[in-house]
């Protein structure tokens, strides 16, 4: 299966449809009197269709086991054609359409069983996904390309040529990404001064995005948010706690680090671990959906 554990969880929504088109007018009035011999169609299929959505993963090999929330299915009949509407619901972090689909497919193929007894011309047709809603697809279009953006790595070691940098590079990909644009990458050793002279020079420039990585623990030279929490005019503890939340479910000392998001000016300044995984799994915590601060910055200036 596909590897989504660097996915957040978030509200997925898909409704498919599948039409079960009978041959002739007898077959509705049985469904709807309910003189079907195998009992009331709809029912007994909605019931099929349930246990179809949750067996979902059980039969498609790349399809992962997912927490089902929701599941609804309806029917409506126009003429000799009923069309079936399964719409599902979870909070995960990969999509249901598959699930939608299927449980949709299910509930036409035991419609079909229940009713061949009395119409040997029931057909199946337009199995599809109607709609789905969740995951990056549903804001990948909301953000502004014109930002810009700094990423700054606070490490004696690397600035002494020590060690290579890792994480800023995994900073700048996932920018790259984000169709941000890297306007400066460079390394500076874990100096409280330096650190709060290149926040100041980057939004003096305008820089919308200044991302520190290093400095974040609780070493003693770990300095990056005291040096730069006097400088900014708001924090902005809910992306902290994203960072956090998102990394304390894959390692136990995130809870450890001393992560930092707020704004001078309208130039957003984020402080991110230093390791490259810890860098990483922030990056993917909060980004792209970090990004609309800069179209309320946008709007606060045409107010």
């Not at 460079?186 to 400095?215: H, R, S």
């Not at 957003?268 to 179209?295: C, D, N, Q, W, Y």
């Amino acid at each position: 299966m596909v590897d989504i554990t660097h996915k957040t969880n978030t509200l997925r929504i898909a409704t498919a449809q599948a039409v079960v088109q009978v041959s002739k007018p007898e077959t509705i009035r049985a469904i709807k009197e309910g003189t079907v011999p195998k009992g009331d169609v709809f029912a007994m299929s909605k019931a099929a269709g349930l246990l179809g959505v949750k067996k979902t993963p059980d039969l498609l090999p790349d399809c992962h086991p997912l927490p089902i929330e929701f599941t609804g299915i309806e029917y409506e009949i126009d003429g000799l054609e009923i069309t079936v509407t399964c719409t599902i619901k979870t909070i995960y972090k990969t999509g249901v359409e598959v699930e939608a689909m299927h449980g949709a497919s299910v509930v036409a193929l035991n419609m079909y069983d229940m009713l061949k007894p009395i119409d040997k011309g029931v057909e199946i047709h337009h199995i599809k996904l109607v709609s789905k809603k969740g995951g990056k697809s549903d804001f990948k279009d909301r953000y502004r390309k014109d930002i810009r953006a700094a990423v700054i790595v606070c490490s004696d070691s690397i600035s002494a040529g020590k060690k290579e940098d890792r994480a800023g590079k995994a900073i700048v990909k996932k920018l790259e990404e984000c169709q941000v644009q890297i306007v400066d990458y460079i390394v500076i050793p874990d100096e409280k001064d330096i650190i709060q002279q290149k926040a100041k020079a980057y939004q003096e420039q305008g820089i919308d995005l200044v991302i520190y990585t290093g400095g974040t623990g609780l070493s003693e030279r770990d300095v990056t948010p005291e040096a730069l929490k006097p400088l900014l005019d708001r924090e902005i503890p809910g992306i902290e706690e994203a960072i956090r939340s998102h990394g304390q479910g894959r390692t136990p000392y995130s809870m450890l680090s001393r992560s930092v998001a707020g704004t001078m000016g309208e130039t957003l300044v984020l402080a991110l671990p230093g390791s490259t995984m810890g860098a990483k799994e922030s990056m993917e915590a909060v980004f792209p959906p970090l990004l609309h601060i800069f179209r309320i910055f946008k709007g606060a200036r045409h107010d």
